[in-house]
């Protein structure tokens, strides 16, 4: 079954602080990882893929693949990382299917 | 060059009515979704393309229906439409490897 699961709906820190957001995966194949940022009734917006291996807004992901994890990190939280933000899994590169997480809210608080 | 471009921004309907969201890209993308978010689910997929005139189902198919006519376009359609169908819409698109360009989404209420 390809699933994703993000255990947290919800992470508070404060400025400053290191986050990790978690995020596991079920899937036999090698997939396609990604991370979706959403602002506050906005569109999703691409933050990481795991192919390109970047740093985006200072957050970096790493492939586990013998834990099946793409936890998401960032050193020193913003405020301005306020936001929603999604795991996903595309099974192949053939096909348009994305599965999501369920998403955690990641609050940073002053 | 809009990218993802949905319409409407906000729909109210009543139970039985039937309606298109609307879907366009400008990037000559061949493969599209649909998705709806509802709180504590995430995003689940309701149809996807693979390029004109191929579409799927995805996780969440009943009650929607699609068709791909032209690379640009893919609307979603309410046969109709139920309170449970009360969410936010996503229409996505990508080119093959990489990621997906989301719209801005169609907040759809159900009365």
């Known amino acids: 079954a390809q699933r994703v699961t993000q255990p947290e709906k919800l992470l508070s820190v404060f400025k400053g602080a290191p986050v990790e957001l978690k995020c596991n995966y079920s899937?036999?194949?090698?997939?396609?990882l990604f991370w979706y940022v959403q602002y506050s009734r906005q569109r999703l917006q691409l933050l990481l893929r795991?192919?390109s291996r970047e740093s985006i807004k200072g957050f970096t992901a790493d492939l586990n693949k013998g834990e099946t994890s793409f936890h998401l990190k960032k050193p020193f939280a913003q405020e301005e990382d306020s936001a929603m933000y999604y795991c996903?899994?595309?099974?192949?590169?053939?096909?348009?299917?994305?599965?999501f997480g369920q998403g955690t809210t990641l609050q940073v608080k002053p | 060059n809009a990218g993802v471009t949905q319409t409407p921004k906000f729909q109210v309907l009543k139970t039985g009515q039937s309606m298109t969201l609307q879907c366009a890209q400008d990037?000559?993308?061949?493969?599209m979704s649909w998705y709806r978010q509802d709180p504590g689910m995430g995003l689940r997929l309701i149809h996807y393309?693979?390029?004109?005139?191929?579409?799927d189902q995805g996780e969440v198919p009943n009650g929607y229906n699609v068709s791909r006519s032209t690379t640009e376009d893919f609307p979603l359609r309410l046969l109709s439409a139920a309170p449970s169908q009360t969410s936010v819409y996503f229409c996505?698109?990508?080119?093959?490897?990489?990621?997906?360009?989301f719209g801005s989404g169609t907040r759809l209420t159900v009365v």
């Open positions: 996505a698109s990508t080119q093959g490897a990489g990621g997906y360009t």
């Open positions: 990037m000559n993308h061949e493969y």
């Open positions: 899937y036999s194949g090698s997939p396609e």
């Open positions: 393309s693979v390029g004109a005139g191929i579409t």
């Open positions: 795991h192919i």
């Open positions: 996903a899994l595309r099974p192949s590169s053939n096909t348009g299917k994305l599965i």
